[in-house]
């Protein structure tokens, strides 16, 4: 059909085109896949990855689990028009920039929501579309959002009050304990039952968004993390929305004057629950197809007990999201299209490739603990341990007259390459004894030169796998 069609005027080429553009949305041919994690858990990366093996898709070699690159019904991948323009654009152009810079650098990290829309364009596999048209398309709409956003949800179910307790009981713990002293010591000189000055209030917001910031250093590695504005602002950034915060002691008589530092805090709280979280969830959330959650798990290894425990909360906060179970908060709220939901540790080119398994596995116990068994009602799940791109080589070496399995890459500390043996991933939930000897060291590592000459070579673990998995089911 393709050659006959081929051999037909510009015009008449031009009208099979449009013709085909309107079946192809009659047949609702599109999909929005949602990319989430918190920060630094490789969003960009993924997505910059994603689109790049797509867009280099038909001479690609490294996708032989994506259906329609293993059996060469890919036709080819373009950018195109995203469809909501108040929405900022992912800036795929600068990622590769970075990327394919010398040396190459890791893209910026980005704190609000992108999106980006490919039409890809494939053979049909179905016999009766297979003579209406020979090539479809599929439009994937790819929207990146901080999973920050995703630990406001149960706000919607708290008053100010019961939220209030919630910090001021986080903070009885170290290293919460010691991050919040300045902000804490502000407080306790405030009279909350009379008005303030603007400027109180501002300080008294900004001194708990720098306790926020302080939680999130790499030291602390904290990423519970409420409200998840404060650190992500997107271009709420500076917006008056964000100058409140949570009261250190609740008064035992409700403060009534609507100007007492009490009600201020109250109400804008409250605007921000509306104005901020519902309305993610409703202008955005709820209009998701498919959705893929990643966690840099290796990393909250790192840190010590106190940032893996603090990891696990906030994954359990950010799968609050995602339980379809009738007594959710989500579900009471709002209601989702999402029919698949992937969970994917990333960076797993920290490991050597016979811990791939363990590591699949150890998300796997974190999402049961943090899910009790799964409510993920009317939903497909997985679970995957993939690299976006892959940064080292499997080796290996002799130590102490032993052959052991190795990575080596470029570190990002020194710039040097490294060959290290990074350590096993555990097959049970650590206790804090099982950090005593400095057990889990997982390397970071600059990302590889890309080789100008052949642009198509992103070297990747088993991103075919996930986009087999997150859309291979819509190329019919
Ligand atoms: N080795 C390795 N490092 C990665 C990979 N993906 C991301 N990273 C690292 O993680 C950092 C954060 O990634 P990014 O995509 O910006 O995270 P985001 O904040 O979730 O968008 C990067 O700067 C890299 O250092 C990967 O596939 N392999
Ligand atoms: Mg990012």
């Not at 007990?305 to 990891?311: I, N, Q, T, V």
């Amino acid at each position: 059909m393709s050659n006959w069609f081929s051999g037909l005027s510009p015009q008449l080429g031009q009208a099979k085109q449009q013709a085909e553009e309107l079946l192809n949305r009659t047949l609702d041919r599109s999909v929005r896949l949602a990319v989430t994690g918190l920060s630094r858990s490789g969003k960009t990366v993924f997505i910059s990855s994603l689109i790049h093996q797509l867009m280099h898709g038909l001479d690609n070699t490294r996708l032989p689990f994506f259906e329609i690159v293993g059996s060469g019904r890919l036709r080819g991948t373009k950018a195109q028009p995203q469809p909501d323009l108040h929405i900022p654009s992912f800036r795929y152009d600068l990622a590769m920039d970075a990327l394919s810079a010398e040396p190459p650098r890791w893209p910026e990290p980005t704190s609000g929501i992108s999106e980006t829309r490919l039409a890809i364009r494939y053979k049909t596999n179905n016999p009766l579309l297979k003579h209406l048209t020979s090539t479809n398309t599929l439009y994937v709409d790819i929207i990146d959002y901080p999973g920050e956003w995703l630990l406001d949800l149960p706000l919607l179910d708290l008053s100010f009050e019961e939220w209030s307790a919630q910090i001021i009981e986080a903070c009885e713990q170290e290293p919460r304990l010691h991050l919040s002293e300045k902000w804490r010591a502000f407080m306790q000189g405030i009279e909350v039952e009379t008005a303030s000055s603007d400027s109180e209030l501002r300080e008294a917001s900004q001194l708990y968004t720098d306790f926020l910031y302080d939680c999130r250093k790499k030291e602390y590695g904290l990423t519970l993390l409420q409200p998840g504005r404060f650190t992500m602002p997107g271009d709420l950034k500076g917006a008056p929305l964000l100058e409140f915060c949570p009261l250190l002691v609740i008064p035992d008589s409700i403060p009534k004057a609507k100007d007492s530092f009490y009600q201020t805090m109250k109400r804008r709280y409250e605007s921000y629950k509306e104005h901020v979280v519902r309305k993610f969830y409703k202008e955005h959330f709820t209009q998701f197809d498919r959705q893929i959650v990643l966690a840099d798990v290796l990393m909250a290894f790192n840190t010590g007990y106190s940032s893996f425990a603090d990891m696990r909360s906030a994954i359990d906060l950010v799968l609050k999201s995602f339980e379809y179970g009738k007594s959710s908060v989500f579900n009471r709220l709002f209601s989702s299209k999402i029919d698949k939901l992937l969970f994917a540790a990333t960076k797993a080119d920290h490991v050597t490739p016979n811990q791939l398994p363990n590591l699949e596995r150890f998300l796997q116990l974190m999402l049961v603990e943090a899910n009790n068994n799964a409510m993920f009602e009317g939903v497909t799940t997985d679970i995957l341990a993939l690299a976006s791109i892959q940064c080292t080589e499997a080796m290996q070496a002799e130590f102490q007259g032993q052959s052991i399995s190795c990575v080596k890459g470029i570190s990002k500390h020194t710039g040097e390459t490294v060959a290290l043996f990074p350590g096993e991933v555990p097959v049970e939930i650590p206790t804090p004894e099982d950090w005593v000897d400095g057990r889990f060291q997982f390397e970071e590592f600059n990302p590889p030169a890309l080789h100008h000459s052949s642009h198509v070579d992103l070297p990747h673990i088993r991103m075919d796998k996930a986009l087999q998995f997150l859309l291979g089911d819509k190329f019919v």
